[in-house]
C-alpha cells in the first residue's frame, strides 16, 4: 500500500462562503484563495490558505447537495479530509481489496484541477475521507 504523500485540504461545510470569509481572513489571517463551483457535487468552495494547510468551505448549491444533507443533521462544521495521493486508480484497487468502502469506485473530478475519490466514513472510523489526485503538477 503507497503511503499518502499529505493532507490536501480540510474540507468544513457552511451555509454561506461569504458569511464566514471575515472569520478566516481577520480573525486566522487565512489567505483567500478564490471560489469554484464543482457541479459534479454539487457544491461551491472557497479556497483558504493557511501556511501549507489548505482549507475548503463547502457551500451547497442545492437542496439535494450532500453538504445540505449534513448541513441539515449535523449543522456547520468538520466535514472532511483529503490526502494527496498518486495514481488514485491504483489507490481505490488496494483499499478496495483490503474491505474498504468506497463510495466512489471510481475516480471524480474535484476542484483545484484534482481528480478525487471518498471512502465511506463507516469504513474510516466516522471521519469521511478523500483521496485527491492533483491533475496539474
Ligand atoms: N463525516 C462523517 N460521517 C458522516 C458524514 C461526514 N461528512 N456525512 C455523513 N456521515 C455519516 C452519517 O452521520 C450517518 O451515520 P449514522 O448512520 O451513524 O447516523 C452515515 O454517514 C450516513 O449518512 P446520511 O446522512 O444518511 O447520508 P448519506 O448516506 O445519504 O450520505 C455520504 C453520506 C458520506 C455517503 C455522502 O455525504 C457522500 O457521498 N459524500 C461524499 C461526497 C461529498 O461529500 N461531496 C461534497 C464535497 C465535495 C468536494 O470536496 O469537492
Known sequence: MQAAKAVNHIGIAVASI???????EKQLGAIFEGVET????RVKVGFFRIGDV????????????????????RG????????????????????KAEGI????????????HTRIAFLHPKSSHG???????PTKK
Do not use: W
Open 127 to 133: 471521519v469521511l475521507t478523500e483521496l485527491c489526485e
Open 38 to 41: 464543482v457541479a459534479d457535487q
Open 101 to 112: 468502502r468506497m463510495i466512489d469506485e471510481t475516480p471524480r473530478n474535484g476542484a483545484h
Open 54 to 73: 489548505r482549507l475548503e468551505l463547502l457551500e451547497p448549491t442545492d437542496e439535494e447537495s450532500p453538504v445540505a444533507k449534513f448541513l441539515e443533521k
Open 76 to 95: 456547520p462544521g468538520l466535514h472532511h479530509v483529503a490526502y494527496t495521493v498518486d495514481d488514485l486508480e491504483a489507490r481505490i484497487a488496494e483499499l
Open 18 to 24: 461569504d458569511d464566514q470569509r471575515d472569520f478566516y
